[in-house]
């Protein structure tokens, strides 16, 4: 497909398991953000990343949160030792080098830590 | 921090009517602010983006206002219909292509 493409799209952990959650953004797109939306509120920024260069990794909430993007494409969130207030949907997002304010979203990855 | 407010309570109209949005920001002005629709279970798409420097844009049936004197941004549909039931997102970002600061959103529901 041409959209963004995440996966799992849910998954379910216990608390302390170690989760990883991928994101395939639109073949070309530089950029790539990955966010995290609690129920009933807007994304909340993560990360961001240029080509393979993590640019901004100012919102990842603790040191279990960690994103790689090592050849410029695929990118994974990994969490590692989840908690409960880690339950939310990851959304990543990609843009366009010249048109870089216009960000396209995959559907997410809900995750439920039990 | 910056902090954005959108409409708190769900908008219901009715089908032909214009519906209309607010997201308001604390804080100083950012360079862009934009629109999205999110559908439960996806992914916010973009539908419009405005400059600090514009006033108004419009597409189609679509229409945004940025006022930064007011720090606030209105977002209208006219001719509403069913189709535009979703939740809206406001979204503020201070530079090119740098990170979304997002509103907490407003669910439209459009009833024939």
């Known amino acids: 497909g041409a959209g963004v493409s995440q996966s799992p799209r849910y998954k379910v952990a216990k608390r302390g398991q170690d989760v990883a959650l991928r994101c395939d953004p639109i073949?070309?797109?530089?950029?790539l953000f990955w966010y995290q939306q609690a129920l009933g509120q807007g994304p909340e920024f993560l990360t961001y990343?240029?080509?393979?260069?993590?640019?901004?990794k100012s919102g990842l909430p603790s040191d279990r949160f960690f994103a790689e993007r090592p050849e410029g494409s695929v990118s994974t969130l990994k969490i590692q030792r989840t908690q409960q207030e880690d339950s939310a949907v990851y959304l990543c997002?990609?843009?366009?080098?010249?048109?870089?304010?216009?960000?396209?979203f995959g559907a997410g990855t809900r995750l439920s830590v039990l | 921090s910056q902090k954005i407010e959108q409409n708190s309570e769900a908008l219901n109209i009715q089908e032909g009517k214009t519906a209309t949005l607010t997201c308001n920001y604390t804080?100083?002005?950012?360079?862009?602010l934009q629109w999205y629709r999110q559908d439960p279970g996806r992914g916010p798409v973009f539908l419009l983006l405005?400059?600090?420097?514009?006033k108004e844009k419009r597409k189609e049936r679509l229409k945004v206002t940025f006022d930064t004197t007011l720090k606030q941004s209105l977002f209208h549909i006219t001719a509403s219909q069913p189709a535009d039931s979703a939740t809206y997102l406001c979204?503020?970002?201070?530079?090119?292509?740098?990170?979304?600061?997002f509103g907490q959103g407003t669910e439209l529901s459009v009833k024939p």
């Open positions: 990343f240029q080509n393979e260069a993590q640019l901004d």
């Open positions: 804080n100083y002005s950012p360079a862009y």
């Open positions: 979204a503020l970002s201070y530079n090119q292509g740098g990170k979304l600061i």
């Open positions: 997002a990609s843009s366009l080098r010249w048109d870089k304010n216009i960000q396209y």
């Open positions: 073949s070309g797109h530089v950029s």
């Open positions: 405005i400059r600090e420097n514009e």
